[in-house]
């Protein structure tokens, strides 16, 4: 168990819906960030998120969008959803102080199926 | 564009043996390369990692080799177990540009009796 907490685990959707997936960090991690695993793209780094500022984004659609609140949970908010969207999306997260801060812990997942 | 190249994509070992996964990269600004194990339905989970100022580090059963020059890294993982039968991703960060991991396309390995 890496202390990274992620709900819900499934999610079924329909086309043109919007759904958002939680995102609890490890405890005392500051740092959080989001990935996509798909069958076709592999694992893909979206965004990443610290101490509530967004820090960095990767290939993240402009209908996705992310947060990070004072208690430092996060968000990932799909909106118009697509049967492409359908992914595996994980959230990890890093203390995002030390030189450790480099290594991610990642939840279990959450598996989006629109249809 | 794929930053980072793994191989074979998949790999059949028979118990007790080596098994070999080998990444190449191709930005210099990486700084840290991890291995992740993946079960099914599960999270990608660290398996191990190395910084390039040294060319070997091992834990355990796992040994990552990396060669600066030549931009590659391999996972080396001796006594194999059916237990490992897993996907591994090899990855590479860059902590000057945003913390991301940038993963190679995954290996799935399977241990035989």
């Known amino acids: 168990d890496s202390g990274v907490t992620q709900t819900p685990k499934h999610l079924i959707t329909a086309t043109g819906q919007r759904v958002t997936l939680r995102c609890s960090p490890r405890s005392g991690d500051l740092s959080v960030y989001w990935y996509q695993q798909s069958l076709d793209q592999g694992l893909q780094f979206l965004i990443h998120y610290y101490n509530g500022e967004e820090r960095a984004k990767g290939n993240i659609l402009e209908r996705f969008s992310a947060q990070q609140f004072p208690d430092l949970h996060s968000e990932l908010n799909l909106s118009s959803l697509e049967l492409g969207d359908s992914a595996l999306y994980f959230c990890a997260s890093s203390d995002g102080i030390r030189r450790s801060q480099e290594t991610q812990y990642f939840g279990p997942g959450t598996r989006l199926l629109v249809l | 564009q794929q930053q980072v190249k793994q191989s074979p994509q998949s790999l059949i070992v028979q118990k007790g043996g080596i098994s070999i996964i080998n990444c190449a990269y191709e930005?210099?600004?990486?700084?840290?390369f991890p291995w992740y194990q993946q079960f099914p339905g599960k999270g990608p989970a660290l398996l191990i990692a190395?910084?390039?100022?040294?060319s070997e580090k091992k834990e355990g059963r796992f040994t990552i080799s990396f060669n600066k020059s030549a931009k590659q890294f391999s996972l080396h993982i001796m006594d194999s177990q059916p237990g490992d039968s897993a996907t591994y991703f090899c990855a590479a960060l860059s902590t000057g540009g945003g913390n991301k991991l940038t993963f190679g396309t995954g290996t799935q390995l399977k241990v035989e009796l």
């Open positions: 930005n210099t600004a990486f700084d840290y």
């Open positions: 190395i910084r390039p100022d040294v």
